[in-house]
């Protein structure tokens, strides 16, 4: 019983530490204040679950950033509300249904090559368009340094574009 009331009692301590952190990461990603409150409560849940297998209790504000980051981005995935620049061009009012057809595929031939990206690639490529983070928070987000951020992003970026010109 002692067991339950200790576990309780710490789990209640790295909450009250961490929660505004990892409400500002869902917040920062969501753009919603109820989606990032649910992936608040879904980040929590993940750590109270997985907490025994945790061995550095040290890097949990780390494990908490990427898991709140993540979990805001499968939210975003299943409410299908992923904010994408592509979305925000806009088809001139003249436009006729070619133009319309052309832009969409476009847009969708761009959403494939991206989700053909290795996964370091695509994670920071989707961070920068889809969420607009800059470099600093890039490397936050991800734990990198700021020049691997930007190694990484140059590389996507680069293989995007070699990507993109074959598939067209």
Same mark, same amino acid.
């Given at each position: 019983?002692?067991?339950?009331?200790?576990?309780?009692?710490?789990?209640?301590? =790295?909450?009250?530490?961490?929660?505004?952190?990892?409400?500002?990461?869902?917040?920062?990603?969501?753009?919603?204040?109820?989606?990032?409150?649910?992936? !608040?409560?879904?980040?929590?849940?993940?750590?109270?679950? @997985?907490?025994?297998? =945790?061995?550095?209790?040290?890097?949990?504000?780390?494990?908490?950033?990427?898991?709140?980051?993540?979990?805001?981005?499968?939210?975003?995935?299943?409410?299908?509300?992923?904010?994408?620049?592509?979305?925000?061009?806009?088809?001139?009012?003249?436009?006729?249904?070619?133009?319309?057809?052309?832009?969409?595929? !476009?847009?969708?031939? =761009?959403?494939?090559?991206?989700?053909?990206?290795?996964? @370091? *690639?695509?994670?920071?490529?989707?961070? @920068?368009? *889809? *969420? +607009?983070?800059?470099?600093?928070?890039?490397?936050?987000?991800?734990? !990198?340094? @700021?020049?691997?951020?930007?190694?990484?992003?140059?590389?996507?970026?680069?293989? !995007?574009?070699?990507?993109?010109? +074959?598939?067209?």
């Amino acid at each position: 019983m002692d067991d339950i009331i200790s576990a309780q009692e710490s789990f209640q301590d =790295i909450y009250c530490m961490f929660y505004k952190k990892v409400y500002r990461i869902a917040f920062s990603i969501t753009k919603d204040v109820h989606l990032a409150e649910d992936v !608040l409560q879904e980040t929590f849940l993940k750590f109270y679950q @997985k907490a025994e297998q =945790i061995e550095d209790m040290e890097k949990i504000s780390g494990w908490l950033g990427t898991v709140a980051a993540r979990t805001a981005i499968d939210f975003l995935r299943k409410e299908q509300k992923t904010p994408c620049p592509l979305d925000e061009l806009s088809i001139s009012q003249g436009g006729n249904v070619e133009q319309t057809a052309e832009y969409e595929w !476009l847009k969708e031939t =761009i959403s494939q090559e991206i989700r053909k990206l290795k996964p @370091k *690639y695509r994670e920071i490529l989707e961070l @920068k368009l *889809y *969420y +607009d983070l800059k470099e600093q928070e890039l490397a936050q987000q991800l734990k !990198l340094s @700021k020049g691997t951020v930007k190694t990484r992003l140059h590389r996507a970026r680069r293989t !995007l574009k070699v990507s993109l010109k +074959d598939a067209m």
